[in-house]
């Protein structure tokens, strides 16, 4: 069963129209990228704002409801963001396609985490720049979004040592304020990166 197929049946956006905050503050270190892969990408957010500064955007993501709410949006907002309907965990990734990536909260299983951080890398060419924002083991006490469960968040000493063979531009551990829609509101437990490969 897949429960976002579920959660992003609904006409509201659950985690609001606007970007990441991680996100928007730091896109302009793409500059000079061309195409954008954006993973786990859920309803488009980030997907659309990225194209509206004027990258090529692809959206990755395992529900279709998320992924047609994504062209939606694109469609609000006169972009445009292609889709692909991609399960991370088992379905084959481009390699080497993009100029970089993105993934702001993907939740998965703590035996595949690595694995999908590999797929992004692989994903990018080399000298690309990837950012992600994830909720870390504290965030279980903020209640304030995410996963209710320890084995669906990120640890931030392993996520720092994924990151031991590329140059690390920007690495965050702690508090940060996000309001996005009904599902992150408040105070929450984030790790945050920027790597080049």
């Not at 392993?158 to 599902?183: D, P």
Request: proline share 2%; charged share 20%.
């Amino acid at each position: 069963m897949n429960t976002w197929q579920e959660h992003f049946d609904t006409e509201t956006y659950i985690y609001g129209t606007a970007p990441n905050e991680f996100i928007a503050q730091h896109y302009d270190l793409f500059k000079g990228s061309k195409k954008i892969g954006a993973f786990a990408e859920g309803e488009g957010r980030n997907a659309v704002f990225l194209s509206s500064r004027g990258f090529m955007l692809t959206s990755f993501d395992y529900a279709q409801n998320g992924l047609n709410k994504t062209k939606k949006l694109a469609s609000q907002n006169n972009v445009h963001v292609a889709t692909r309907l991609t399960d991370l965990l088992t379905d084959s990734t481009p390699v080497e396609e993009f100029d970089g990536a993105i993934m702001v909260y993907g939740h998965f299983h703590k035996k595949d985490q690595f694995h999908v951080f590999n797929k992004i890398m692989a994903a990018v060419k080399k000298g690309s720049r990837v950012m992600m924002e994830m909720y870390s083991e504290e965030q279980l006490a903020y209640k304030t979004g995410g996963p209710q469960t320890m084995d669906m968040l990120y640890n931030a000493q392993q996520v720092l040592q994924w990151c031991n063979n590329y140059q690390v531009e920007h690495f965050y551990t702690g508090e940060a304020l996000r309001q996005e829609g009904e599902r992150h509101s408040g105070l929450a437990h984030i790790i945050q990166l920027i790597i080049i490969k």
